[in-house]
Nanobody
Framework: QVQLVESGGGLVQAGGSLRLSCAASDSSFRRYAMGWFRQAPDKEREFVAAIGWTGARIYYADSVKGRFTVSRDNAKNAVYLEMNSLKPEDTAVYYC????????????????WGQGTQVTVSS
């Protein structure tokens, strides 16, 4: 079982940038596809981005395409989410998740979740 810990959230003005990190507990991380999701108050948790275990396959939600970049470093057991041109509607708790199966956009694909990190974008 892999444990995930997110960091890097905070308060930023609209148009600003943040870089989220997700650290995995052990090297089994490299066998997992990884995803980022977010949940705003009173909303469903939604898909943001996903990356396959080699980094060759990447998916983004339409709402973040062109602004966010997902990457991973298997040597450091970490996955990252670079967020640029942030908007107030990006405000949410951001979660990383690990999938031992197929890479995908559905929450059900993911087996393990971090505790989340808050991102707040002020207008």
């Amino acid at each position: 079982q892999v444990q995930l810990v997110e960091s890097g959230g905070g308060l930023v003005q609209a148009g600003g940038s943040l870089r989220l990190s997700c650290a995995a507990s052990d090297s089994s991380f490299r066998r997992y596809a990884m995803g980022w999701f977010r949940q705003a108050p009173d909303k469903e948790r939604e898909f943001v981005a996903a990356i396959g275990w080699t980094g060759a396959r990447i998916y983004y939600a339409d709402s973040v395409k062109g602004r966010f970049t997902v990457s991973r470093d298997n040597a450091k057991n970490a996955v990252y989410l670079e967020m640029n041109s942030l908007k107030p509607e990006d405000t949410a708790v951001y979660y990383c998740a690990a999938s031992g199966g197929a890479l995908g956009m559905a929450r059900g694909n993911y087996d393990y979740w971090g505790q989340g990190t808050q991102v707040t974008v002020s207008s």
